[in-house]
């Protein structure tokens, strides 16, 4: 028999199935709400903070203005009462009355020219009996009107500004009658004032007050004020009066009864509380005055620790602390207030998404039963009545019929025609119920469809509007009805223009017509401004489902928001595009007023060393050029620093000694490490290449930076310097002038104070340094290596640095150069180095065996005479060895004809008496600087053929080949007219243009050098212009020269400070040859002035 509890079992599981779905499906659904539910609530936390925060930050702007407003009339104060004689202005005109005295008032009235630029005096005390120091205060204290009257005006703010004095008087700005308020000592002895008494000397001591009651009449203010002295002696006190409720109307208006905005002191003083009603206060409160009773309890320092979002309780406190002076602003609302709103919305999202679900569920059960579960559960009877014999119990649902026909086939031939007759009758049943179930379907479908259509339009912001062909509203969006407050069917048959603005209205009536009379696939697009808001409008054809057009629809959309928005950023980009400007001028001001004392100094430098020179004298011009290189580094720093911001930096690679490149950076720096009594140690290895394709200046600008950095943060032990070559394994074939780079590793290590892990990220970003404490202790603007990595990244290389705390720091980069020959080394002859009581290192042994250089170490001064016919050789000597044995070192060197090379500490001279000695012996000699490397190899040469060059020409040994002064020619019968302002620059031109025969006129401005030019006393072949200059620039001079046909091949060429690109490309279009920017060499003023006139 068939087990019918088993049949039963497999309709129920079926059942349990479709109800864990549901539920499993329901608690998906929750989950999801639930989430959403919790993150619009951290989202309107978060809005409500950054809101806050803005405003704050506002706020804080306000106030610093003000602290950097009395800080600088602080500081006038101070200096022009520790130097009274600075000051130009006398005692200002004062009457007495009785014990008390004023400022005499001006004749002219200046409220009836409405304008009130003057201050009040007024004070206790005789004016004839006054000594010079009062009377040095009283000027002092009038002088300080202008600046309270340009404080008065960028702060709105403000209500008084006023200079106490400790002599019983005050200066107080704006004006006010003395019948409505004078000094009295009261105005001494407040709080306030007691409190700027105890403030010490210093720029950074300033007190705010409590807030109190205008006694003016201002209402609510407080006071912003700092101590002046007179050499370090408590003179008086400058203060600022702000009004609170000019502060309070800067912030957001309140619209719920039950928000507030608080502004709170240290001393849980309030100076704002700003709620619905905007009034401003008007006693002095305290916070537990005005908060809830649930706040109440708190304080100052409990609210400060709190953090800047917090609940508590029914409350949201939401904070911002002020850094300038620890206020912290605050906003309390009610939790309920808005979680209410978001809570409504999550119960209804999950009610509607369950409904939903709980119609699809019932539906696919519906669907699945009827048309599976339930024929099979009748198939299954069936089956079980023709077992029995009854076969016709159980009717066949659609298409099963074959199926209960080969049962019943099986069962019974006998039955086959009733069957079939059955069969046909159920056929016709369910089709009949097919078509009417379909129908009912496609109903439901389509009622569906509109209401999802419905709920688009109501849930879109814009407003839609649909329009017959005569112009009247057919329908609209639940956004439209709430923007003109009409019923649903209030508006259907009118026109737009009867419900809305006049311009709105007349904008979508013509733009309705014209979407009829004109198709556009895009549709038609306006924008329209009424006097409170401005609106986009977009209209287009409207088509039934057989593609006829019924009517028009229009889209209009409130777009003031943005429309202000783009405003405010308009504005914003011109501001930012002036500041830009600003500090563009300013930096190319700044490299004209320093470059120009740089020429003329390191003009005369040139000029000295032309001259007959010994050569302790020439180390020390030399000496002095690097410093001034130094400073002209300096200004570079600044200037690229703008060039990097601007993506303009470069660099020009041209062929440059390595070893004269570490040269420079060391002497660069030599003098602070001397001064500290660091060791200095310098290791280029002897594969590294000398002459390679670089950029020399940025390169030394590079090592200069690290060496500074490691001298600054070192005090005490050692600095090196390494160089040596990468080997990237090809370099087995020897070196190679190809186009394959060459890398060399650069390495500047110290044992300073180190660098901790954490703060090691940011050291190459601008203006940052390892702690920013350090800028005071070591100074340095934190350019140098955001500067250096710029650099060597241009350089296609790259910069890393090792650092541990307490033990020192390593920077490391390594750069590709391509190699250039060395033709100098072919022109070497051979050269033999005698060491006596001076040690060699091995790595400088080394260069010497590859430099064609012979060394000898030697134990007596008898050994020097077996090279006595040698040309070429030279002893090397320390200083101190020297005063052992002067004359019998002397005597060897003039017997042998031995050049005497002395090495003395870098930065310190040698012994004057030694230096003596040796010129009046007429002895070869050369100064070698310790830490002795690479680069004394070319020095000894250098000598070495100078040596041969003067025994050639019978020039006198002891002197110096490049002190010799020799004249240059190549200018001789050229007229060159100088046009320059300054009168030390013109001395160093005008010399420099001498040594190389030229004739010089000189004009002190662009007008004097147009009546020069044309009154053609001189013929001038070449003009050298300033571009600053007074009565007239080089700019304006040049473009007058060229409108007169006769000078327009004249070659002009502008010598000036202005260095930057844009410098050089006015004075192309201004009609110069070419652009030369100071500091010029005389190298570079010949050949430039060779090039023009060729």
């Not at 039963?369 to 076969?391: A, L, Q, V, Y």
Request: proline residues 3%; hydrophobic residues 40%; negative net charge.
């Amino acid at each position: 028999m068939f087990d019918k509890s088993s049949k039963e079992q497999v309709f129920s599981r079926y059942n349990r199935s479709v109800l864990a779905v549901f539920i499993v499906i329901t608690l998906i659904a929750m989950s999801i709400a639930s989430y959403r539910y919790f993150i619009e609530l951290e989202s309107y936390q978060a809005r409500e903070l950054r809101t806050l925060t803005t405003r704050a930050k506002q706020l804080e702007n306000t106030l610093i203005l003000g602290l950097k407003s009395i800080a600088g009339i602080k500081k006038f104060a101070n200096y022009h009462l520790s130097f009274p004689e600075e000051l130009l202005a006398t005692t200002p005109p004062l009457e007495q009355d009785g014990n008390e005295f004023y400022l005499k008032k001006n004749s002219r009235d200046s409220f009836a020219h409405r304008k009130n630029y003057r201050g009040s005096i007024t004070g206790i005390g005789q004016v004839a009996d006054f000594d010079e120091l009062q009377k040095q205060e009283l000027a002092m204290a009038n002088a300080l009107t202008p600046a309270f009257i340009i404080a008065k005006n960028s702060i709105k703010e403000s209500n008084w500004f006023y200079y106490i004095s400790l002599n019983q008087f005050v200066s107080l700005y704006p004006w006010i009658g003395r019948d409505s308020w004078r000094f009295s000592e009261r105005n001494l002895n407040n709080d306030n004032i007691n409190s700027i008494k105890t403030l010490l000397p210093g720029d950074d001591n300033f007190f705010w007050s409590p807030p109190y009651l205008d006694s003016a009449g201002k209402g609510l203010s407080a006071s912003l004020g700092t101590a002046v002295y007179r050499n370090r002696s408590l003179a008086g006190a400058v203060l600022m009066d702000f009004s609170l409720s000019s502060l309070s109307d800067g912030l957001p208006d309140i619209s719920k009864p039950n928000q507030a905005l608080v502004l709170l002191d240290e001393k849980n003083n309030v100076l704002i509380h700003k709620t619905a009603d905007n009034q401003a206060l008007s006693t002095k409160l305290t916070w537990q005055d005005i908060a809830p009773k649930q706040l109440a309890s708190y304080s100052y320092q409990r609210i400060n620790q709190l953090p800047d979002s917090h609940k508590e309780g029914t409350w949201l406190i939401q904070k911002y602390q002020l850094p300038i002076n620890g206020w912290v602003l605050l906003k309390y609302q009610p939790y309920q207030e808005f979680t209410a709103s978001i809570f409504n919305r999550f119960i209804l999202m999950l009610v509607l998404f369950f409904l939903g679900l709980f119609a699809f569920m019932s539906i696919i059960y519906i669907v699945t039963r009827k048309t599976f579960m339930k024929p099979t559960k009748e198939f299954i009877n069936h089956i079980e009545h023709c077992s029995h014999g009854d076969p016709g119990k159980v009717k066949p649902p659609a298409d099963w019929s074959y199926w209960f026909k080969i049962v019943e086939d099986i069962f019974g031939q006998n039955r086959t025609l009733l069957q079939q007759m059955k069969d046909q009758n159920v056929i016709l049943d369910t089709r009949v119920n097919e078509k009417t179930q379909a129908l009912r379907l496609k109903s439901e479908q389509h009622q569906r469809d509109y209401a999802l259509l419905r709920s688009v339009m109501d849930a879109i912001p814009d407003y839609i509007i649909f329009n017959d062909l005569d112009g009247n509203m057919m329908g609209y969006n639940k956004a439209f009805e709430n923007f003109v407050q009409a019923g649903s069917l209030d508006l259907i048959g009118k026109c737009s223009n009867e419900v809305v603005s006049v311009e709105l209205g007349q904008s979508l009536v013509a733009m309705s017509k014209a979407s009829l009379t004109r198709s556009t696939e895009q549709g038609l697009a306006q924008v329209v401004e009424t006097p409170a808001n401005t609106y986009e409008v977009f209209s287009n054809q409207l088509y039934s489902q057989t593609a006829e057009i019924v009517g028009t629809i229009n889209l209009v959309r409130d777009v003031t928001s943005q429309y202000s928005a783009n405003v405010a950023l308009e504005q914003a980009k011109n501001q930012a595009e002036y500041a830009n400007q600003a500090k563009s001028q300013f930096l190319a001001n700044m490299s004209h007023e320093i470059r120009t004392p740089i020429n003329a100094i390191k003009g005369m430098l040139f000029l000295l060393a032309r001259t007959r020179l010994t050569n302790e004298q020439q180390q020390h011009i030399l000496n002095a050029e690097g410093a001034s290189v130094s400073l002209l580094h300096l200004v570079d720093e600044v200037l690229d620093l703008a060039k990097i911001e601007s993506g303009n930096m470069s660099v020009i690679k041209m062929p440059a000694s390595i070893d004269k490149i570490v040269d420079q950076a060391v002497k660069l720096n030599i003098g602070m490490i001397s001064e500290k009594q660091l060791s200095l140690k310098i290791n280029i290895a002897v594969d590294v290449p000398d002459i390679v394709l670089t950029d020399d200046l940025r390169l030394v600008q590079v090592l200069t930076n690290l060496l500074n950095n490691a001298m600054k943060f070192t005090h005490q032990g050692e600095i090196s310097l390494t160089v040596e070559k990468v080997n990237t394994g090809n370099d087995a074939a020897g070196t190679t002038f190809d186009d394959s780079p060459v890398l060399v590793r650069f390495i500047v290590a110290d044992t300073g104070i180190g660098i901790a892990k954490e703060k090691q990220g940011h050291l190459f970003e601008a203006f940052r340094q390892a702690d920013e404490s350090m800028t005071r202790e070591y100074g340095g603007s934190g350019l140098g290596l955001s500067i250096c990595q710029q650099i060597i990244n241009l350089l296609s290389g790259d910069i890393s640095l090792k650092s541990d705390l307490g033990k020192g720091t390593s920077f490391t980069f390594v750069l590709p150069f391509n190699l250039v020959e060395n033709k100098a080394l072919s022109k070497k002859s051979a050269l033999t180095l005698c060491s006596y009581s001076h040690v060699l290192s091995e790595s400088l042994i080394g260069h010497l065996a590859g430099s064609q250089i012979s060394h000898v170490n030697i134990t007596a001064l008898s050994e020097l005479d077996k090279y006595k016919n040698n040309e070429n050789v030279a002893l090397i000597i320390d200083e101190q060895s020297i005063n052992e044995h002067p004359e019998k070192i002397y005597q060897s060197c003039l017997d042998n004809q031995i050049l005497l090379a002395i090495s003395h500490p870098m930065a310190k001279g040698i012994s004057s008496e030694i230096i003596e000695r040796i010129e009046a012996l007429k002895l070869s000699y050369i100064l070698l600087e310790k830490p002795l490397y690479r680069s004394f190899i070319s020095k000894l040469f250098s000598v070495i053929t100078a040596r041969e060059l003067a025994a050639e020409t019978a020039i006198d040994e002891s002197i110096p080949l490049q002190s010799l002064s020799q004249d240059i020619d190549n200018l001789k019968g050229i007229n060159v007219l100088l046009v320059e302002d300054n009168l030390v620059n013109q001395l160093v031109a005008k010399e420099l243009l001498k040594t190389m025969q030229a004739n010089v006129i000189i004009a002190g401005h662009g007008k004097e050098a147009l009546e020069i030019l044309t009154d053609k006393q001189h013929h001038i072949d070449v003009v050298l212009m300033d571009i600053q200059m007074p009565i007239m620039d080089g700019l304006t001079a040049t473009r007058q020269i060229r409108q007169q046909k006769e000078f327009h091949n004249l070659p002009i060429i502008a010598m000036t400070a202005h260095a930057r690109e844009e410098d050089k490309q006015r004075s192309l279009a201004a009609g110069m040859n070419k652009h030369m920017a100071k500091p010029i060499s005389a190298e570079l003023l010949l050949s430039s002035i060779l090039e023009v006139l060729n």
